[in-house]
């Protein structure tokens, strides 16, 4: 039986952070991000949420026809764990996502 676990990603992490000399973070931005030119995606760090950076995430409990119901904000943030890297917290936005994809849709076609 299979079992998901995020410990593969965050034990490659761990390696290439060894190897490279440097944060996981910093390899993965300068060398992947960057080099193909996503700008607008990175690593989630709480201080793009307190200055507006990335947008705030909500969900909404109790609307209904007649009452907006009561909007919560993004409590989930809080729980990102950024100890072990390799597992997520990539963030981007439309942009990149569309300028690195389309280029490849197009060759499909």
């Given amino acids: 039986m299979h079992q998901y676990t995020n410990d593969g990603y965050n034990?490659?992490?761990?390696?290439?952070?060894?190897?490279?000399?440097q944060p996981f973070f910093s390899f993965v931005t300068r060398n992947i991000f960057n080099a193909v030119g996503l700008t607008n995606t990175g690593y989630f760090r709480r201080e793009l949420l307190r200055?507006?950076?990335?947008?705030?995430?909500?969900?909404?409990?109790?609307?209904?026809?007649?009452s907006p119901g009561i909007r919560y904000a993004t409590e989930a943030y809080?729980?990102?764990?950024?100890?072990l890297p390799g597992a997520g917290?990539?963030?981007?936005?439309?942009?990149?996502?569309?300028?690195?994809?389309?280029?490849?849709?197009q060759t499909l076609c």
Avoid at 53 to 62: A, C, D, P, R
Avoid at 78 to 83: A, G, P, Q
């Fill in 89 to 105: 917290a990539i963030l981007s936005n439309a942009e990149d996502v569309v300028s690195n994809q389309m280029p490849k849709a």
């Fill in 51 to 66: 200055i507006g950076k990335i947008s705030e995430g909500f969900w909404t409990y109790g609307e209904t026809l007649t």
């Fill in 78 to 83: 809080e729980y990102i764990d950024l100890t």
């Fill in 11 to 21: 034990l490659a992490s761990t390696l290439v952070s060894r190897v490279s000399h």
